[in-house]
């Protein structure tokens, strides 16, 4: 999971963003956002997780499937984490050939930054490709799986499957609009040959009353998708 802004973004400067203190007295408290995040993905009966994108891909796959997410960019002394500052700004990198000038200068910066990764931790199945890259950035545009064509080295391996995810940061508030099934759906995407889940859809069922239309929504289990 690695972490990005882009030319002219300031978040993650001086205690903001993801680095902001999370201010807590409850014992065991993340200490920074950025650790509470990484709770998020990485948790497991965690109070602060609510639920981590590890317990929600082993819920789904009745156990099959166990992640564990890698953060290169944490700093273990504080929790802060190292943004990732691009180039360009975002809307330089929008399109299918930006996006792959994205990800080499994503690769290029962690290269220099943490030149001692080891491949093996982002590669569990030795396949030479990077199990799966997920790039969180502080941006409003579509979260999407692709495929980076396994060209782009990182520690070595090259990069295959990646998810590009959305989220927003509220200095004021410590409100972060990151979404762990938006996560896990785009991350299915890309490791669909390997993982069995269930899909729950919500099914729109109208209901036309006197005086207008009422929508009621309802969970059904569609079976598995393999």
Known sequence: VVLVRFNGDTQGDNG?????????????????????LIRKFN???????GGSF??????MSGGQHMVESVFPQTNSNDGTVYYLTMDKTVDEYKGSVQEIQLIKEIANQLNTKYPNLDGKMIDKDNDGVVDNLMIIASVHFVSHATNAGNDTKLAGKGIGPYNLIK???????????????????EYIHSEYRIITVKVM??????????????????EEDLGLWQ
Do not use: M, Q
């Open 16 to 36: 903001t963003g993801f680095n902001k203190p999370y201010n807590s007295t409850i014992t065991n408290a993340p200490r920074t956002y950025w650790e509470s």
């Open 43 to 49: 948790g497991v009966n965690d109070t602060f997780a």
């Open 54 to 59: 590890k317990e929600y891909l082993r819920d």
């Open 167 to 185: 989220t927003t940061f509220s200095d004021t508030s410590g409100y972060y609009g990151f979404n762990i099934h938006t996560a896990a759906h």
């Open 201 to 218: 859809y919500l099914r729109r069922v109208t209901h036309r009353l006197e005086y207008g239309i009422r929508c009621v929504f309802r």
